[in-house]
């Protein structure tokens, strides 16, 4: 399997302070996605990027959120103010054939957020 | 709203016993993903079935997909204690390739 990884796998921080999470998707990939899964509930769709553009988003992506690849490789979501509501798992995923998005979706390690 | 539901919920058997897992949907899809996610890890996958296709094997997995009653089922053949997990569902749609998961079901396997 594909392998995407993401950093920190563990991130703890202040309600009100911004995080930024960061995925290393497949390479040459053009189709990226943020998921949550906060705990014990099933994992929700936030975002999905294609070729350095927003293509989607849910309801859970509000302006505190924001997404982008900075350097061509790593892909990054931010949150600019966290809430205690924002604690859960954060998953990227990448599909397995980065030009075309309707297929198997590899998923990161995950970054566990704690907000305090 | 596109949704998946999985049942049962929690779904416990012995080693060697096989493992059924349903999973329902609303809308139409292009393909359903089937996961597998240990206690607070990551998401592995495990299958994708497309909606043109009715069965699917991996090993000792069977993946059946009944588009006529958007349903889904996965079958964990010869279960192992490693089969211990949370194993989910997942559905794409005609216009989205976000993925809609369902909640899950948690298989115990005792050795």
């Known amino acids: 399997e594909p392998e995407v990884t993401q950093t920190p796998s563990h991130q703890v921080t202040q309600m009100g302070q911004e995080v930024i999470l960061r995925c290393v998707p497949i390479s040459n990939h053009l189709y990226f996605y943020w998921y949550r899964q906060i705990l014990g509930q099933k994992v929700e769709f936030l975002v999905s990027f294609y070729n350095n553009e927003i293509s989607e988003k849910s309801e859970i992506f509000d302006d505190q959120f924001s997404v982008e690849r900075p350097d061509g490789s790593n892909f990054t979501l931010k949150i600019r103010s966290t809430k205690l509501e924002d604690s859960a798992m954060y998953f990227c995923?990448?599909?397995?054939?980065?030009?075309?998005?309707?297929?198997?979706?590899?998923f990161g390690p995950g970054t566990r957020l704690t907000v305090l | 709203s596109q949704q998946g539901e999985e049942d049962p919920q929690a779904l416990s058997i012995q080693e060697g016993e096989n493992a059924t897992m349903n999973c329902s949907y609303k809308?139409?899809?292009?393909?359903l993903q089937w996961y597998r996610q240990n206690s607070g890890r990551g998401l592995v996958h495990l299958i994708l079935i497309r909606s043109n296709e009715r069965e699917k094997h991996s090993g000792r997995l069977r993946v059946t997909l009944d588009t006529s009653k958007k349903s889904s089922s996965l079958l964990i053949t010869a279960s192992r204690a490693a089969d211990t997990a949370s194993y989910f569902c997942a559905t794409d749609g005609r216009n989205t390739d976000k993925l809609i998961f369902g909640t899950g079901t948690r298989l115990q396997v005792f050795p």
């Open positions: 809308t139409s899809i292009n393909n």
């Open positions: 995923a990448s599909p397995s054939l980065g030009h075309f998005s309707y297929n198997e979706q590899f």
